[in-house]
């Protein structure tokens, strides 16, 4: 069974560009969640997406965004890059409805650097 | 849901039980315990979790006390792929959401 794919795996931006990273779920699961991990802050919990509608928010500014398809992939943008925004971007799916008692899965990352 | 404590680091010896353990002393009686781990530059992986009774999988186990203020996870024959900073996580059983809350963890050095 084939796990979490996020693409691109690395990507350099400079400051002011807009960014679009891309995760698909594992089969048959129907919420995914994004992470943003940097050495300061640790992991941080930005969105979750369950049935293209988002579940839950993080304290992060409205420059990230996120959506889901129908197919259960979903994209997250970040615009107006700042330099604090280099971080490793975590996606990580799961089956959805009550989440206590269904782990999440994770994918390895969009690795964001903003020159 | 609740907050989490454990350990910095650890050392454990190549080839021994790894007992890592988390303090979860406001756990409600509806939070699962959950346990990740992160090898560098890799996304978390999960291990296991539990809610009341002691778990088992083909990676680790999981003691959780009778008063479920604590636990503690074990692998049993720690191999050098083992080091990697291993996170507890307590999760509403009935939470809709999937918002895990990751601490800083604890770092295991497996060691020749």
């Known amino acids: 069974k084939a796990g979490v794919t996020q693409t691109p795996r690395y990507l350099i931006k400079t400051r002011g560009q807009q960014v679009t990273l891309s995760c698909s779920p594992i089969?048959?699961?129907?919420?995914v969640s994004w992470y943003q991990q940097t050495p300061g802050q640790g992991l941080q919990f930005l969105f979750e997406y369950f049935s293209e509608t988002q579940r839950n928010k993080g304290n992060f500014p409205g420059r990230f965004s996120g959506r889901q398809f129908s197919n259960s992939r979903s994209e997250m943008n970040v615009s107006t890059l700042e330099l604090g925004d280099s971080a490793l971007y975590l996606c990580?799916?799961?089956?959805?409805?009550?989440?206590?008692?269904?782990?999440?899965?994770f994918g390895d990352g969009t690795r964001l650097s903003i020159l | 849901d609740a907050k989490t404590t454990q350990p910095t680091s650890m050392d454990c010896a190549e080839g021994r039980a790894a007992n890592l353990p988390c303090n979860h002393s406001t756990i409600s009686g509806n939070e699962y315990v959950y346990w990740y781990r992160q090898i560098h530059s890799q996304g978390p992986q999960y291990i296991i979790h539990?809610?009341?009774n002691n778990e088992t999988n083909e990676m680790a186990s999981l003691i959780i006390t009778e008063d479920r203020k604590s636990s503690t996870l074990i692998l049993p024959h720690a191999t050098l792929r083992d080091t990697a900073v291993y996170y507890c996580i307590a999760l509403h059983g009935s939470s809709n959401t999937g918002k895990l809350i990751f601490g800083q963890g604890t770092t295991l050095q497996v060691k020749p």
């Open positions: 539990g809610l009341k």
């Open positions: 990580a799916s799961s089956l959805g409805g009550a989440a206590g008692n269904q782990p999440q899965h």
């Open positions: 089969s048959g699961h129907r919420s």
